[in-house]
């Protein structure tokens, strides 16, 4: 899968200036959903304000009980302390999961940095194993990238 067909039109959503930032993360989640064949669940977490956890922000997918986030806790808050990408090609292979589905096979998580700080995420999941490239990675860090932009 070639990404780059698709980053002018993530462009394209950030530069929407008459929609409101939780519409065009929807977009970008929609866009991304419909898009990558193994891209089943995206969808975007924040820092919930001082607290030490994440909350759901705007998604595309099954519905999820997990709203809120502990940092630390499961993929998304591993990431939320490490600061790194995480790339899961198994969850069934991890101790510190949060199933959010029985069909969700692997995961991605990739921070979003504004001023060098740490305010978010944007997650995978796959329904197929093992299907995340290091293409993902590069393509998921740039929408982060033009996340970040838009948010500064």
């Known amino acids: 899968m070639t990404f780059d067909p698709l980053k002018p039109q993530i462009k394209t959503i950030i530069n929407q200036t008459t929609a409101s930032t939780n519409e065009r993360l929807l977009s970008i ?8 064949p193994h891209y089943n669940w995206v969808g975007f977490y924040f820092k919930n304000g001082d607290k030490n956890e994440l909350k759901l922000g705007p998604y595309v997918g099954a519905p999820t009980d997990h709203t809120i986030i502990p940092f630390g806790k499961g993929i998304c808050g591993q990431v939320a302390v490490s600061n790194k990408n995480f790339v899961v090609p198994d969850v069934s292979a991890q101790d510190n999961y949060i199933a959010c589905s029985i069909n969700v096979k692997a995961e991605i998580v990739i921070p979003l940095f504004v001023n060098g700080e740490n305010i978010g ?20 860090e740039f929408v982060c990238e033009e996340v970040a932009m838009m948010l500064a």
Not at 29 to 36: A, D, F, T, V
Not at 125 to 131: E, G, I, K, V
Request: with cysteine; proline share 4%; charged share 30%.
């Open 121 to 140: 995420q944007i997650d995978i999941d796959s329904n197929t194993a093992d299907p995340f490239t290091a293409e993902d990675e590069r393509f998921l």
């Open 29 to 36: 989640c929609s866009l991304l959903e419909q898009q990558i």
